[in-house]
């Protein structure tokens, strides 16, 4: 199957104070008709910065961009009007992503003024939207304003906007952490729904490896920048194989707050990682370091099993 949307080798560079951040290096991906794929790492990682060069919202320093078999790479103008009606986002925080002062009928026509909607058509394509994010009728909904609403109500109005112009691609931004966890699930649900119903590729950030397990067919595990590993969900969770990725296993709740377990398998913090020199950037970090992690990146290579690694111990990280 063609991917919706793919990248090849990004690259996004920033000059912060008379200083070079290579924000991200190299990620190189490709989502499906109906996929979901997980970018997960710590808050740094590059994470946020790749999905924003995928919306076109960050320019790349380097590499290219395919959606639907066209490079947008460096597209403008009213080509890249039409590419964000097919590619949206959904905002972490429902209550920030919606003008107060606006009706949620008026923030959900917004979309489709801009995107050229012809008028006659917005009434059926806004009661069709919040049926599908289960807020009927719609009538019910339309003269109230964001304050009126709970967070996890906001946040359905923030998909039925994002459904709207009729997308090929959702991009959602930790979707689900500003919301009570009692209402994560349903959210979640009408994601994936969504994305079933209407064939969408879909792209999840998140901390969180329980909802990206729940969400997503595969995942990429990114470290400053770079991604460190890669391959089906359940099979990286269940057998990470970076040192990294089972850190960050490692670090999900247990259910049972007298459980043992091991402690986390790193030591220090993000802002602790070498940016520069020839080396692994992991390698301050990770207990499993040898000689060669200082003098050479380890490139990201095929494992098997639709998995890929980028750890010099191979098979025997």
Known sequence: ?????????????????????????????????????????????????????????EDPTAGRITFEGTDITATRGAALLAFRAKAQLVFQNPFDALNPRFTIGRSLAEPLRNFGVAKSEHEARIAAAMARVRLTPAAD??????????????????????????PKLIVADEPVSMLDVSVRAGILNLLRAARDEL???????????ALIRYVCERTLVMYLGRVVEEGPTPALIERPRHPYTKALVAAVPVPHVMQDRAPL??????????????????????????????AEAPPLRNIGEGRKLACHLGDEA
């Open 1 to 57: 199957m063609s991917a919706v949307i793919s990248a090849e080798n990004l690259e996004k560079t920033f000059h912060v104070g008379g200083r070079t951040v290579h924000a991200v290096r190299g990620v190189s991906l490709a989502v499906s008709a109906g996929e979901a794929l997980g970018i997960v790492g710590e808050s740094g990682c590059g994470k946020t910065t790749t999905a924003r060069m995928l919306l076109r919202l």
């Open 141 to 166: 909904w339309l003269d109230r304003h964001p304050h009126e609403l709970s967070g996890g109500q906001l946040q359905r109005v923030v998909l039925a906007r994002s459904l709207l112009p009729g």
């Open 199 to 209: 064939g969408l590729a879909a792209i999840y950030i998140s901390h969180d490896l």
């Open 265 to 294: 398998p790193i030591k220090g913090a993000l802002s602790d990682a070498p940016l520069s020199g020839p080396g692994c950037a992991f390698r301050d970090r990770c207990p499993l370091a040898f000689d060669r992690c200082a």
